[in-house]
């Protein structure tokens, strides 16, 4: 009973992981899809929403690649464990079109 009890909690700290990782990957693409912004806005947004969050997503990686036409921000890191001895994975990706002048 106590095993499965752990279980429950150990999972529902994953989705809360997968939450905070497409959280801040959201974030991160709508700053850096902006007119004239950079992809180190969007790594600067989505660092910081990583920072206010706080605790659920362990060791936090966001890689951001930005092209003419679009960003793509990948935030990558490990959900908290309770079960001694399991990491779980979490990657979550966003992508948004770059808002760019365009003739009608």
Known sequence: ???LTFAIVQAGLF???QSIALGAATQG???GRGYQADAAAGQRRASNFLNSVGV???D???TVIRTATEIRVTVTGHAVSVLPGLTW???KTAHG???RP???
């Open 29 to 31: 693409v709508s700053a």
């Open 60 to 62: 936090p990686q966001v």
């Open 97 to 99: 079109p770059i808002e």
């Open 1 to 3: 009973m106590i095993l």
């Open 15 to 17: 989705y809360f992981a």
């Open 102 to 104: 365009t003739t009608p």
């Open 89 to 91: 994975t979490v990657t």
């Open 56 to 58: 659920g997503l362990d």
